[in-house]
Each structure stands twice: as C-alpha cells, then as structure tokens.
C-alpha cells in the first residue's frame, strides 16, 4: 500500500556583510575553521648556502637582499644580526648572535583559518610572528594631516599599516596570489578596542592586509579562548630582526594588535608572550612582531 508522504523543507537564510571587527556570528562551512593553509612566500628559516653559487634577485625584505639558485630556490642575507635578547637559539638550536650574518629561506607562509564569511571568503591569520622592528608609528608626536588631529596611535595613518599594504603585500604575494586576496572594510571604532570610550579610534579602512583589534582577540569564534590561544613564535627571520621571545616554556614574543591604547596617545595595545591581551606599549617599540591577516576568496 502507498503511502502520502509530505515534506516540509526548511530554509535557513543568513544575510550578513562582512566586516573585520570582534563580532560574535556564527561561521558557516566549520570543518574548514583552524586549518592550517600555506600562502604566500618569506623568509623564515634559517639554512646554510654558499654565496658564490647564489644571484641577486634584486628583491629586498625589510632591506635584506634576495638570491636565488639554479633550480629557483630563493634565500634571504641579514649581514648584521640585529637581536634583542642573549641566549636565544634557532630553530636548530644553534645560537642566534647580535651582528652576525646569517640566511634564510624564503619559503611558503602558514596561515590559521580563523573565520568563514559567506561570499566573503576565510579569513586568516599568520602562524608565526613574521618579522619586527616595524614601528606602529614612527613618531611619538601628535601629527595634523587634512587639518584633522592625528594622534601617534592612529591606526589608519599609521606605519605598520603603510608596511603591511605596501611592502608586506608586494614581497610576500605574487601578482596571481594579490588577485586572491580581497580588499575588506577594517573597523577600527571605540567598540574594537579595548576601552568603552577610547578618542583615539580612527575612521574604518580598507584593506588588503591588517593587524587584528583586541576585540579580534576576545573573540572564541575566532578561536581565541585562552592565553595559550593567542601565543605567537617568532620565526627564525624574526629573531634578528629583534622580535622578543620569552624564555619560559609555552610562551612566545610579543605582536602588535591595530588597536590605540584608550589612556595614552604614544601607546597601542599588544600581545604578551604568554598570550595576555592586558598590554600595551610605546608605538615605536622595535621589538613587537609582526603577525599578518587577510581576507582571502574561498
């Protein structure tokens, strides 16, 4: 005997508009959420070649010189270590010395896919603090641009949002790669910080390349439950390019975030060693890392 069967699907439509902020949506596709993807190229470990059978490139990284071998294999030359703490080691364990040449292969960048925005793409973060001595601002000095009152911790006319745009985008991406990432609107507002009313918020951006808020840093969904969860290694590359890294155990080095510090205008707000948001420190601390984001097509 045949029986009437009756179906009733169920449509769920979620509308949203993608904005790099500390909110709290649900992300779709979560199987894809913490994966671990590689893109883009830079200089991150250290290795041992010979000069002589090396050619310049012609590419510079934080001003450090590029060369190439036969088989297109590329390796970066620091000529003077510039290194922030005694006793720190590579990667191999061998010593990392202040003054001291050294090179690094240029190699595939890890990313930590943190959120899936719809349409929108993922959007992800560096595994590893990728370099330092890139000052958030270049000066402590309340600056007028336009007529308008730009305070040093500004994030939209800042210098590490000049670099990551610019030098960080052109040498770390091909022009094949560029096409993948998307230019996404930043918010930058009192709500991303840490502070309830901070002036120092600047206008929203757009962007190719971004630091994240300290809202960014709160939020579970982005994978940010903990301290532990928040923990960056400095690469190899980074140590002498002076990024601190503790020496306590589970702990890492210190990274900017794009957030002002809502008390003073020469202070922005950090990442501690051991993943602590209750920092903050004066903009133009060489030793804070560099840990990237991007938006990128699914």
Known sequence: ?????????????????FFVTGCNENNSSDF???????????????CDVTESELSLTGRTYDGNKEFSDKNGN????VDSASVY????????????E???????????????VIAIKGRNGKMILSEKILTAAIPYCNTRNVRSIDAATVWPNNYKYSNIRSYLNEDFYQKAFSEEEQLKINEVLVKNGEDTTSSRINKFACDDTRDSIFLLSYQDLCNA?????SDADRVKHPSDYALVNNAYRSA?????????????????????KTVWSGGNLDYKDYIDNLSMGLVPALVMEK
């Open 1 to 17: 005997m045949k029986r009437n069967q009756k179906f009733f699907p169920v449509f769920f439509v979620l509308v949203c508009m």
């Open 32 to 46: 894809e959420l913490n994966r671990i993807i590689q893109f883009g190229m830079w200089p991150q470990t250290l």
């Open 74 to 77: 590329r390796f970066v030359k």
């Open 85 to 96: 703490g005694t006793g720190y080691t590579f990667s191999d364990g061998s010593p990392c």
């Open 98 to 112: 202040r003054e001291k040449t050294y090179w690094f292969r240029v190699e595939p960048i890890s990313w930590r």
């Open 221 to 225: 969904d982005f994978g940010f439950k």
């Open 248 to 268: 306590k155990e589970g702990q890492g080095g210190w990274w900017w975030l794009r957030s002002p510090y809502g008390g003073v205008s020469y202070y922005a």
